[in-house]
């Protein structure tokens, strides 16, 4: 079974982007912050795992969004032997944003936290930059760098093709992260995208 795990704040576009590659609507009724398990999607032979939304969400306290950080860290956790490919969604129109406010009150982002907890447990992972329609057309290549910087890929972002997949789910193009994605399922011999 080839797993792919998608993980994201709430809002950046995560059911958009898996409704974009499976064509299933993914988020029935799902209010942000109130699912604390993963959804699993069947597509063709894959898996795709929907963690929970983690972050701010309005009307859920703080201490219930702790509740789902420690949640998705824990089945990244137990799960990790299994899982072939993590996609991290961000909005790349609000992450440097974010994440300096973050670092104001020194804290890491929770972001940041889960790409690096994906790293040290080996799991191969590909940061999709959703939104990108809500980035200036002439920032779009220094944004993805000052992105590319926060999570310890040098810049410049071009250097890191392989796994930074700019999108835009509301427009519909993925391109660049389906072929990642397929290029991934190549290297074990797969056809499923
Ligand atoms: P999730 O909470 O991460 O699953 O996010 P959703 O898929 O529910 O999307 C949150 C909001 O962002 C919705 O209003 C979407 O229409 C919007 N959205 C998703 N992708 C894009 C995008 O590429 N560009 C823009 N401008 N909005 C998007």
Known sequence: NFEILF???????KSSVLKQITGKNVKVGKRPGVTLKPTHIRYSDLLLTD????GFMSGVKDRKQD????QIVRYIENNAERISLAVLVIDGATFL????????RNEIPIDIEIFELFKELGIDTILAV???DKIG??????????ICDKLE?????????DCVAPTCAKKGDLKSLKSLIRQRLHDVKRDDL
């Open 153 to 161: 890929m040098l810049p410049p972002w071009k250097q890191w093709i």
């Open 137 to 146: 057309d002439g920032e779009l290549d220094t944004t993805l760098d000052r």
């Open 7 to 13: 993980a994201g704040r709430s809002n950046v576009g």
């Open 67 to 70: 509740i789902v950080k420690d």
């Open 130 to 132: 959703n939104k990108t």
């Open 51 to 54: 963690l929970p939304g983690f």
């Open 97 to 104: 944003d974010i994440v300096q406010r973050w670092e104001e």
